[in-house]
């Protein structure tokens, strides 16, 4: 009898590690990849002002905005680690680290995917923002700097949204995370949304950025899109014939006044 009660015992507590181990793991992997995002979210803010702070001295030049912001994200970014489909985050503590890792990332762009690792979107000012005036806008015509109205003084006011397309590398918490984030079905145990949540939208309603995210996510390379925003007075001339501000603002974060 007593051994009959052993073994009914033995299966409860197999069965309990079975329900409980998987939450468990969750657990300790996603506090690990929810730690290095959450690091990740204060360095884009700072690149979000190292990048604006690029685009005023250098004429709203996306490209120099783009390397500022990559400056910064770097030591955040990951490589390649030779194994399918695995990535892991080289160390900077030196200057040859900082050199090699640059040279490595072989441009702005994350390995086996059409995502730049630091994208930079001008919100403002657009072109109906800074009218019809020539292939140049000075930033200290007194014009410009203190016109009559509230919007007007921002047109010589520069406006970006840096995005840090931050790539997971954690097992397991990657692909949870990522699929809760989007309002995916997983597996009960890790069921992170209600029932009756709306489903996913179809493909063809998906814009650029999200088509890019579900190409990757199909190479298992799960891509966290972290953005922050800074706006600076320009120190430098809008040159609209060399570097054309955009139509329309199509930030996520859009500055509405």
Not at 38 to 58: D, E, F, P
Not at 63 to 88: D, F
Not at 194 to 216: F, T, W, Y
Request: charged share 25%; glycine share 6%; with cysteine.
């Amino acid at each position: 009898m007593s051994s009959l009660r052993e073994r009914n015992q033995s299966g409860q507590a197999a069965v309990e590690a079975a329900i409980v181990l998987p939450l468990f793991v969750f657990l300790i992997l996603g506090i690990l990849q929810l730690g290095l995002m959450h690091q990740a979210r204060l360095l884009t803010k700072y690149a979000a002002y190292k990048a604006v702070r690029a685009g005023a001295l250098n004429s709203a030049k996306v490209e120099e905005m783009e390397k500022a912001a990559l400056a910064v994200l770097l030591p955040l970014l990951s490589v390649p680690s030779g194994v399918e489909n695995r990535a892991h985050i080289p160390p900077v503590g030196s200057a040859a680290e900082f050199q090699r890792k640059w040279q490595d990332l072989r441009g702005n762009r994350i390995p086996s995917t059409s995502l730049k690792h630091a994208e930079v979107t001008i919100c403002g000012p657009t072109q109906g923002d800074v009218g019809g005036g020539g292939p140049e806008l000075d930033f200290d015509d007194p014009r410009n700097t203190a016109p009559t109205g509230w919007r007007a003084s921002h047109r010589t006011k520069l406006r970006v949204q840096v995005t840090f397309n931050y790539r997971m590398i954690i097992p397991f918490a990657d692909w949870v995370i990522y699929q809760a984030s989007r309002n995916r079905d997983v597996p009960a145990l890790m069921r992170m949304r209600g029932k009756d949540a709306p489903v996913e939208e179809s493909a063809d309603r998906r814009d650029r950025s999200e088509a890019q995210l579900e190409e990757a996510a199909a190479q298992r390379i799960y891509i966290a899109p972290i953005r922050a925003t800074y706006t600076m007075r320009m120190q430098s001339n809008f040159f609209l014939n060399r570097a054309a501000l955009p139509r329309s603002n199509e930030c996520v974060f859009p500055f509405a006044y």
